[in-house]
């Protein structure tokens, strides 16, 4: 039981950072204009995706120079959007090779969390069943780093015996934390 609700938290501190929209390094929203990792809201479909590929491929280093190129590796969607995006990845694929559609659109892994639809009832953060997110690979950029506190990585557990009662007793604490690291690696789109 113990493992369980430490996995659940550690998700959720995860999720948290999409759906709070945190303050990042330089001041601005994660999702924000400045950071042009906003789309433009609609439905999951050839416009939404084509949108998150242009804004996410014109993402720019800490230079503001170098193009990064980045392309959208996950579709990460509310429960309530899941059908739509499988049913947009199944409509693209061709039926002859000469509709073909690139191979990077037709493989995005659809990611579909419930906390998007329903918010994070402990952190008293609502979540938006509309919108949808697009993330590139973390192997090509950092997004999001869930983080220990040093030599407390996993649950913690103490037990004592009872004097007073027959029993053992269990207490357990989890030290966790998560922050996106780039706001580069992620787009958001309101949804229609």
């Given at each position: 039981?113990?493992?369980?609700?430490?996995?659940?938290?550690?998700?959720?501190?995860?999720?948290?950072?999409?759906?709070?929209?945190?303050?990042?390094?330089?001041?601005?929203?994660?999702?924000?204009?400045?950071?042009?990792?906003?789309?433009?809201?609609?439905?999951?479909?050839?416009?939404?995706?084509?949108?998150?590929?242009?804004?996410?491929?014109?993402?720019?280093?800490l230079?503001?120079?170098?193009?990064?190129?980045?392309?959208?590796?996950?579709?990460?969607?509310?429960?309530?959007?899941?059908?739509?995006?499988?049913?947009?990845?199944?409509?693209?694929?061709?039926?002859?090779?000469?509709?073909?559609?690139?191979?990077?659109?037709?493989?995005?892994?659809?990611?579909?969390?419930?906390?998007?639809?329903?918010?994070?009832p402990?952190?008293?953060?609502?979540?938006?069943?509309?919108?949808?997110?697009?993330?590139?690979?973390p192997?090509?950029?950092?997004?999001?780093?869930?983080?220990?506190?040093?030599?407390?990585?996993?649950?913690?557990?103490?037990?004592?015996?009872?004097?007073?009662?027959?029993?053992?007793?269990?207490?357990?604490?989890l030290?966790?934390?998560?922050?996106?690291?780039?706001?580069?690696?992620?787009?958001?789109?309101?949804?229609?």
């Amino acid at each position: 039981a113990f493992g369980i609700q430490a996995a659940q938290l550690e998700s959720d501190v995860v999720w948290a950072q999409l759906l709070a929209n945190p303050t990042m390094g330089d001041g601005v929203a994660l999702f924000h204009a400045t950071h042009k990792n906003l789309g433009t809201a609609g439905a999951i479909g050839e416009t939404t995706v084509g949108e998150a590929r242009l804004k996410m491929g014109l993402q720019t280093g800490l230079d503001g120079a170098t193009v990064l190129n980045l392309t959208p590796e996950y579709l990460i969607v509310p429960k309530a959007l899941e059908v739509a995006a499988l049913k947009f990845l199944t409509a693209i694929s061709p039926a002859k090779t000469s509709d073909a559609v690139p191979a990077e659109i037709r493989n995005l892994t659809v990611i579909a969390e419930p906390r998007l639809d329903i918010g994070i009832p402990r952190f008293g953060i609502a979540g938006d069943d509309g919108a949808f997110y697009f993330a590139a690979s973390p192997n090509v950029i950092d997004v999001v780093e869930l983080a220990y506190l040093e030599g407390a990585q996993g649950i913690y557990t103490e037990t004592r015996q009872g004097f007073d009662i027959d029993g053992i007793e269990v207490k357990a604490r989890l030290d966790v934390a998560a922050k996106v690291l780039d706001h580069r690696g992620l787009l958001k789109n309101a949804g229609a």
